[in-house]
């Protein structure tokens, strides 16, 4: 009778195929999945959805910043007649026109505010977006180790089936006791239970993946690492110090603007008048010129000044702090890509020796110089070896990911 041996080596290198374990120095697709799920997840979200309201109403407090005048004109009209006492003619009509005027310094500090609040709700979207940006690698990359998981579960699930009918033919033949048979099954066993263990894992992570952006788990087989980030520096255009600065601007500019509003605007009356004294009387006609000036000091002004001091003092002190936490937070992430680099290439050596120690083991157990316990411990210390291996490759592309969150850097 020919004898069927399971060929460990070919059927793992066609795993690690399938579920895309490419060297260190391969290049990523044109569009990382993840960027397509950020775009996805981004969609669905309200900030997203009101931004362009937002940047509406931030436009229109520039343009109105831009007006000739504070307010718009005020028209007053009063007619005087005795029609209804004496009625003797008398008539008077005035129209008045009183037209606010800017403060001075007022307009242009308006415009600065109305500028520096615009700015505040783009970097708001955009610190929103870089938030939402974590979730998405997150959900990625639990569901790459998920399928890694699965995958190697898969392969270990059928290697044990053609190892457990490999020795049920042997036990027929005499070559083997039932006590190996009964192992063999015990391997299979535990392979199915690992299996349906990581089935379990690739549902649950496919459903957070799709309830977070709506789409479909990626499809494209192999899991994408993510380009390391060649800035080591971190720039003032992280999303989270953007907005904070852009916060700390904001409140600069009210400032000034409350500055400059320390009283009610002035106002310039331009009026006109036709009046008579009796019936018969010719009308006689007059214009009017005059300016309206408040006194003393609104009372709301010191109020938005403190106010607009707080709101700055707090931005810069949250930029400060923001910025000690983002910098520890990428040396952390920088330790984390040299620690699972270390890990890679430590775990792809022990699998390089498991190897080979397999195929010694493998050898010796078809000349009958070895046990089936002894090969099955090399097959599990092979297979341990491979799954090491592989999930270290998947937490190394975990890791750069982190680092490019920490520096602010979004997908590509």
């Known amino acids: 009778?020919?004898?069927?041996?399971?060929?460990?080596?070919?059927?793992?290198?066609?795993?690690?195929?399938?579920?895309?374990?490419?060297?260190?120095?391969?290049?990523?697709?044109?569009?990382?999945?993840?960027?397509?799920?950020?775009?996805?997840?981004?969609?669905?979200?309200?900030?997203?959805?009101?931004?362009?309201?937002?940047?509406?109403?931030?436009?229109?407090?520039?343009r109105a910043s831009q007006r000739w005048t504070p307010e718009a004109p005020a028209l007053e009209v009063n007619v005087r007649t005795d029609r209804f006492n004496r009625n003797e003619g008398a008539r008077e009509y005035h129209a008045t026109l009183a037209v606010p005027l800017w403060l001075a310094g007022e307009r242009s500090r308006l415009q600065s505010a109305a500028q520096a609040d615009a700015a505040v709700v783009?970097?708001?979207?955009?610190?929103?977006r870089w938030k939402l940006t974590e979730q998405v690698r997150a959900a990625y990359w639990?569901?790459?180790?998920?399928?890694?998981?699965?995958?190697?579960?898969?392969?270990?699930?059928?290697?044990?089936?053609?190892?457990?009918?490999?020795?049920?033919?042997?036990?027929?033949?005499?070559?083997?006791?039932?006590?190996?048979?009964?192992?063999?099954?015990?391997?299979?066993?535990?392979?199915?239970?690992?299996?349906?263990?990581?089935?379990?894992?690739v549902s649950r992570a496919s459903r957070r993946w799709q309830a977070l952006t709506g789409i479909p788990v990626p499809q494209d087989g192999a899991a994408q690492a993510e380009a390391k980030p060649t800035n080591l520096s971190l720039a003032a255009s992280h999303p989270e110090l953007s907005e904070l600065g852009a916060k700390a601007a904001a409140a600069l500019r009210q400032q000034a603007l409350a500055s400059a509003q320390t009283r009610s605007n002035p106002e310039l009356t331009l009026g006109a008048a036709r009046e008579r004294g009796t019936f018969g009387e010719r009308y006689g006609q007059s214009v009017m010129v005059g300016v309206r000036v408040p006194l003393g000091t609104s009372s709301g002004s010191q109020a938005r000044i403190a106010a607009a001091e707080a709101e700055q003092l707090e931005a810069?002190?949250?930029?400060?702090?923001?910025?000690?936490?983002?910098?520890?937070?990428?040396?952390?992430?920088?330790?984390?890509?040299?620690?699972?680099?270390?890990?890679?290439?430590?775990?792809?050596?022990?699998?390089?020796?498991?190897?080979?120690a397999r195929g010694f083991f493998e050898k010796s157990f078809r000349l009958g110089e070895t046990d089936l316990p002894a090969r099955l411990r090399a097959e599990l210390e092979a297979f341990e070896a491979e799954r090491q291996a592989a999930r270290a490759r998947i937490e190394l592309w975990a890791a750069i990911s982190a680092l490019r969150q920490a520096f602010g850097v979004l997908p590509e």
């Open 122 to 128: 783009d970097a708001r979207l955009e610190l929103t």
């Open 1 to 62: 009778m020919k004898r069927k041996y399971w060929a460990w080596p070919g059927v793992l290198a066609a795993i690690l195929l399938v579920i895309g374990l490419p060297s260190q120095g391969q290049t990523p697709a044109a569009e990382h999945p993840i960027k397509r799920g950020l775009e996805a997840a981004w969609a669905k979200q309200p900030e997203q959805q009101a931004a362009a309201l937002r940047r509406d109403a931030a436009e229109a407090a520039l």
């Open 316 to 356: 810069e002190a949250a930029f400060k702090l923001a910025r000690q936490r983002l910098e520890a937070d990428i040396a952390a992430a920088q330790d984390d890509v040299q620690a699972f680099q270390a890990s890679l290439d430590a775990a792809d050596r022990r699998a390089q020796l498991a190897r080979e």
């Open 142 to 201: 639990e569901h790459a180790r998920a399928s890694l998981e699965a995958n190697l579960a898969q392969g270990r699930l059928r290697h044990a089936r053609q190892l457990a009918d490999d020795v049920a033919m042997r036990l027929k033949a005499g070559d083997l006791a039932r006590a190996d048979g009964h192992q063999a099954e015990g391997a299979l066993a535990s392979a199915e239970a690992t299996f349906a263990q990581t089935q379990a894992a």
